[in-house]
Nanobody
């Protein structure tokens, strides 16, 4: 059982920045990583993903140019740097990981391991 713990969320004003972190408690194997977010009353949507190698990254259109996903293999940690935050970015952000490196990285069903979420609130 791989445990993922997100951190770095908080309350920021529109235009501000946050860096979310996701640390995996168990480091065996290789993983693709993803970030998803869920606002109240809405589905959990894909935000960003990165391959284990770091050679492939994916972003939902609404965050392209504002978000950067990265990972530190040695620390088994993935990051999501978010800039120019907008009120519509407000959501509970979840980190996810999968050992299936061939699974589509933008799909919730591809991921086996999930964190508890970290809240991002952007005031207007």
């Amino acid at each position: 059982q791989v445990q993922l713990v997100e951190s770095g969320g908080g309350l920021v004003q529109a235009g501000g920045s946050l860096r979310l972190s996701c640390a995996a408690g168990r480091t065996s194997g290789t993983y693709n990583w993803g970030w998803f977010r869920q606002a109240p009353g809405k589905e959990r949507d894909f935000v960003a993903a990165i391959s284990w190698s770091g050679g492939r990254t994916y972003y939902v259109d609404s965050v392209k140019g504002r978000a950067t996903i990265s990972r530190d293999i040695a620390r088994n940690t993935v990051y999501l740097q978010m800039n120019s935050l907008k009120p519509e970015d407000t959501a509970l952000y979840y980190c996810a990981a999968t050992r299936n490196l061939n699974a589509p990285m933008n799909l919730r069903t591809s991921y086996t391991y999930w964190g508890q979420g970290t809240q991002v609130t952007v005031s207007s």
